[in-house]
């Protein structure tokens, strides 16, 4: 006889099977699939999408959870975890109608089509009417889902669980408070030489060294690989199969380098989930903040540390030598953290980052409010870009039309990236505290106590503990702007004398 | 208001989405996927397979075939066609219960594992057992398919609709006549060399040669790519997403070449069907046997045929300069038309190619029948490679071990290779006739009369035509030895004087 439990377990496994079915077709479509094949590919997706979709709005597994629930002392509380996480998400979802699902995926469809028109114009006018309609629908949702302070909780749950604009806001005006003047003072040193970066770096060298790279953090070519895609990311068909994307610039050893360490800080997160919570809740990231958390650790905290590179830059000497045999290790490592404002937030420095965050999420409010206007969205923009990081956005492509993220739908997104950095800050320190021996490591060559450290305190646990809770677990306290304000002060202070 | 033939449509393209998925996750599986995946795909790829099955067999599907079909004179020829094909599979889905389907997978499943464990261990009695279950279970699905004259029908009609045992017990009566005496006549004859395609042929510059000949043959890259894995296959995810593998032994010039021109030969099949057609009967391949004529076309009539070389012999050469420039056009044309009995079928010459089949076919049948029993198959296999092609098997593996086809339940199926060749050469045949500059125009390097002609006559109809009424049509008779005879005779008749 089968257990409430275990049909639970089976129905949400199909459900896990079909999503991850999808993730397949996504990643196939990004990096292998021939230039005609977008069409049947689309419509094959919106199938299995629907299918997912139905299979979790199912009454019987709504009446299942209730089930469940009712009868909790029966379940561990792992089990309960599951259950109750799964509720939370089955009742939201059951909010949305599927007419209403149907009109979002045409807007954020249409969005798309404009967003690439535009890009191609390089003209905001042509993404205007879309986005308006992808601010309408997002505010009609914010509506169904419902919401206490503000229509951005509603949105934000989505992505970043319990966490308020409230919360938000108090951390963005420190944020500013602290970054501006921090930023300010950076500007008025001296400024640090890089362009030994932009030299010819060979593609065939640079793939390995990244492969290399992976390897040496942990992550699991047994259970992953990598490949090249337009835009690097990671995805997950179960923690047997993670797997990552970088792209390679010849003329920018960054452009690569950085992408695999944060990619594979992502995807170590995805390996290290409990395959036999495939499915469940607990074999799933606590929020894209948390997610963030794990790539930016590995990218910032590790990967553009002086330790990490007296490890690896006498390989990278040797691997390019003419360009770097005459380059100082310390010389190396000042380029690479180099501070300057510029207009990409993908191409950033991790300070001003933030106000490349605190720009898209002051704008993402704005207009669910209703005080400022997607019409006006390309003025406001490049007001915002030279109030905060001091310059001139010279054209749409270069300014409002940068991301594709709201042509999505990600309203509420923006901001956990900053919410992975203040993480990660605060999870290093941690980590630094709880193993003494770890930056020592680090300079050896050896992450493995930085990885079993990340295992056990976080990835294992998957959703168990929601991202304040896990945070105060692990530090004893909740998120703390300090710690990368702290790390940011004790590394820029050294590289900018 | 949705016509009934547009909700059948609807369904059927929903059930294509699945099954095409399906084919995504199997190719990334052979293509791409980490060794410690295979577990989770597995369940992925099993999720989905039921999942299609449901929508398949279920009963409203039913309802809307009968009364379409009740309907008939409201639908266009192709509609009432792509209907009753429908209806076909549809019943005969029906005669298979879920419980024997299930029964059925595991008995493959594990038949897979010890065809593994024997292939590991040179070994058939490890694969004894399973194989025995296999051929029981077989027979169970034959009787609940239900036949006429022979259990053997049953399952030939999966691969070759409307062909029967009986038929193909004439032609094997043919081919035995006919070949046995060709092929003991090609052994009194001075023997041909061919020790220049096994000098060591780079694997990068094959690698592009093989492309250069897919293009060549008009295979698109716009709806297609091709890959390495273990073994060469082609897989469609829909008629604008048709992909190719190979492999390439740097010891073996014809492993990769021929391999590509044969996968090529099935992928321009599956670019050919219509996209209007997608998920019905009209874009799919009319039987396995008129797939393998779309590759056996292309690798043998076109592709070891010397018009084909004259054209792409210098280049060639140049790649290969060390291998190939002492070599005469008319030596490397012969050196690959190399007749020789030999134990693996995959390895084997168009002559003897269909001995394999032939005592493939006689086993089947016979253990269908239970004049054999697998207990003995060993014995069996090799007294028959004995009498049929005078050679001794020296081990499992070199002998009944060699094909996995049975382990996933495929009988019924290795009578149709030999079909496509025949049907190769018939309709290779009267392409030359209708287009009587066919062979000068490949000669001079362009395959794009050839390939009009296969689009018009055969790839365009998809199932629209039965195999016999396709090749009536066309040739204006059923299929006939004849014209492979004529063929092998005129050609091997110039090769071994």
Redesign the interface.
Known sequence: MRTKYQSFVITM??IA??E??IA??NW?KEV??????S???A??I???SG?AHELFTDDQLGLLLDELIKDASSLSPKQLKNVELTAKRFHKTKKLSKEFVERRSKATSSAYDAWIKARAANDFALYKDALKNIFEIKREEAKLLGWKEHAYDALLDEFEPDYTSAQLDTLFVEVKKELVAFAANIRTKQQVEDSFLYKFYPKDKQWSFGLDILKNMGY??????QDISTHPFTTS??S??V?VTTRVDEHNFGSMTWSCIHEGGHALYEQGFLEEE?GMPLSKAVSLGIHESQSRLWENNVGRSLPYWKAHYSKLQDTFPGNLKAIELNTFYKGINRIEPSLIRTESDEIHYHFHVLIRYEIEKALLEGTIEVDDLDKVWNEKYKAYLGIDVPDDNRGILQDIHWAFGLIGYFPTYSLGSFYAAQFFDQAKKDVPELVEQIKDGDNSKLLQWLREKIHVHGMFYSADELCKKITGEGLNLKYFMDYVREKYGKIYI
């Open positions: 496994q199909k099977d079909v991850h079915s397949v077709l196939d292998n699939a021939p230039p005609n094949s069409a049947v590919r419509r094959q919106a199938t299995l299918m699991d070519f047994g259970t992953g690989r068909f179960g047997s199969d797997r495939y």
